[in-house]
């Protein structure tokens, strides 16, 4: 937590939606004038992609199968941390991209499986936002919540992230719909231990439950579309929220829970523009002030 450079911190598994929040949070800054610098959760992995199969074929051999992208020890958690303490301390920080394609690659000038090399984070920024697998982490090593301002989580229901990433991956990253359910499988035991744990310890989770059929998400032909879905927006300490306000700017929305309004898909940008933008002043104008 730091009032003078606040840090906001997106987290969800990989496919549930993250990069797509980031562009309603992009559209808040820009309407609002607020300088925002940005760093990937995917730039926090320990290995490149061919040092994380190497790595993957070494512990498979002794034994151990449940490592993967989403486990604590294959990404550099406690270097994230030490971004964010030293963007909250100083508005200063460093960090560099992991390149998943071709499109990235031409982009970023570095070839796919590989990282760019650390830069500065741009300077004068207002606040930094992270998006990513683990930015919600509490694991005796780091605890990234105590350093963020705000923290959000992502977290469609699971055979929705899964059409979500199977989709992503197959459209964006070439991978086959066998690839990627292997990928799913494999990631299992530290999605359990190393992802859901975060969303006790977000702020706000926005939850998208699809209202038709995804029995069998290996076989969907597309995504359910907002249309198609509702959002559960959970808070975590709803003093302060003004929910009567909030049911009645989004036609069609309820109280599900004390804590909890369920919202049309459709309405998904209206309600984290209602819900973010006076959270994001504050942040800023108190900032602004210390
Ligand atoms: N609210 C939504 N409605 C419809 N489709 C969505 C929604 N959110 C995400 N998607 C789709 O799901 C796929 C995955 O989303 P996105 O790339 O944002 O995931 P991510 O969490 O950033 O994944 P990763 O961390 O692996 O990069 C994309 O194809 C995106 O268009
Ligand atoms: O989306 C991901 C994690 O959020 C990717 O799976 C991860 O970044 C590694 O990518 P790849 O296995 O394609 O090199």
Redesign the pocket.
């Known amino acids: 937590m730091s009032r003078k450079h606040p840090v906001i911190s997106v987290t969800?598994?990989?496919?549930?939606?993250?990069?797509?929040?980031?562009h309603t949070f992009d559209q808040i800054f820009r309407r609002e004038g607020i300088k925002a610098v940005s760093i990937e959760?995917?730039a926090f992995h320990r290995y490149n992609r061919a040092e994380m199969k190497a790595e993957l074929e070494r512990r498979t051999e002794a034994g151990e199968h449940s490592f993967s992208h989403f486990s604590f020890d294959a990404n550099e958690l406690e270097k994230l941390q030490e971004v964010f303490r030293t963007y909250g301390e100083t508005g200063t920080g460093q960090t560099r991209n992991y390149v998943h394609d071709e499109a990235e690659a031409e982009r970023l000038g570095t070839p796919p499986g590989h990282f760019t090399p650390w830069r500065p984070l741009e300077e004068g920024s207002d606040l930094l936002f992270y998006?990513?697998?683990h930015g919600a982490v509490i694991n005796g090593t780091v605890d990234l919540p105590a350093l963020s301002d705000l923290t959000i989580g992502?977290v469609?229901v699971i055979n929705l992230e899964w059409i979500?990433?199977i989709?992503?991956d197959r459209?964006?990253r070439g991978y086959s719909t066998e690839a990627v359910t292997d990928v799913i499988l494999r990631r299992m035991h530290a999605y359990v231990h190393c992802i859901c744990p975060q969303f006790t310890e977000t702020d706000i989770n926005f939850q998208?439950v699809p209202v038709v059929d995804t029995s069998d998400p290996f076989i969907a032909r597309w995504?359910?579309?907002?249309d198609e879905?509702l959002v559960v927006i959970r808070f975590k300490s709803p003093r302060g929220i003004d929910f009567p306000y909030l049911t009645q700017m989004i036609n069609g929305s309820w109280m599900s829970r004390a804590n909890s309004i369920v919202i049309p898909?459709n309405k998904?940008d209206l309600a984290m523009q209602l819900i973010l933008t006076p959270l994001i002043l504050r942040m800023i104008d108190t900032a602004r002030k210390a």
Request: hydrophobic share 25%; aromatic share 0%.
């Open positions: 969800g598994s990989s496919g549930a939606g993250t990069s797509t929040v980031k959760g995917d998006e990513g697998l992502v469609p979500q990433k989709h992503r459209a964006q998208r995504i359910p579309t907002a879905s898909g998904l």
